[in-house]
């Protein structure tokens, strides 16, 4: 079965620190994905990557950075967190095209900012 | 840009009780449509999957059929459990685009006993 691991479950980080949510896959997939989910909102994309090195911007990518330095690795960076970043974040991964193969997703860490 | 609308929440039902959730989509070209199931604390799961016109997605008694005329996808069950109450998501991943998924806003299913 295909993991994806968040490094953390919950975390409460102050307004202004830099913070590194961390996921990791083990099925070697190309795609990777960074979406936050808000109530009434559902998930908003804030950043993929297709390959090493590679990333694009989704819908919200204001106030975010990303780095996949390894394939199976894919971090998310806060420059310095504000109280409206409080949320869950959900990491996914999946295959290249063609578009029927599904994401998966890890267990998602709920980030405060206090 | 493509979009996934689906019915607001939350659903309350009864054991046993008959649930249909609607999805409907806007594409530009041929998407895959698919059903997440999130529950409470947790990351998104797979729960169903179709990939073309008038292909049925089924698991764990849920059901859903791609439907090209009236760009539908509506997620059914014939009797639900008190383990089903969860969040569902409709999503679609538009062919040679499958580098993004475009998720509704999850509707809410709580059953009773």
């Known amino acids: 079965d295909v993991k994806v691991t968040q490094s953390s479950r919950y975390l409460v980080k102050r307004t202004g620190e830099k913070v590194f949510l961390e996921c990791v896959q083990d099925?070697?997939?190309?795609?990777m994905f960074w979406y936050r989910q808000d109530p009434g909102l559902g998930l908003r994309l804030i950043y993929f990557s297709y390959d090493v090195k590679m990333k694009e911007k989704g819908d919200i990518p204001e106030g975010y950075s990303v780095s996949r330095e390894k394939k199976e690795r894919f971090s998310l960076i806060l420059e310095s967190a504000s109280t409206n970043q409080t949320s869950m974040y959900l990491c996914a991964s999946s295959l290249p095209g063609p578009s029927n193969t599904e994401a998966f997703f890890g267990q998602g860490t709920r980030l405060t900012v206090v | 840009g493509n979009s996934v609308t689906q019915m607001e929440g939350p659903v309350t039902l009864s054991e046993e009780a008959f649930l249909t959730i609607n999805c409907t989509y806007t594409?530009?070209?041929?998407?895959?449509l698919f059903w997440y199931v999130q529950y409470p604390g947790e990351g998104l799961q797979l729960l169903l999957k179709?990939?073309?016109?008038?292909d049925k997605g089924s698991n764990k008694g849920f059901e859903a059929t791609y439907r090209k005329e009236t760009t539908s996808f509506h997620l059914e069950k014939g009797s639900v459990q008190v383990s089903d109450s969860a969040v569902y998501f409709c999503a679609l991943s538009e062919r040679n685009y499958g580098q993004n998924f475009v998720f509704g806003p999850g509707t809410r299913l709580s059953v009773l006993p």
């Open positions: 594409a530009t070209g041929y998407p895959s």
């Open positions: 179709a990939t073309k016109a008038d």
């Open positions: 099925m070697d997939h190309e795609n």
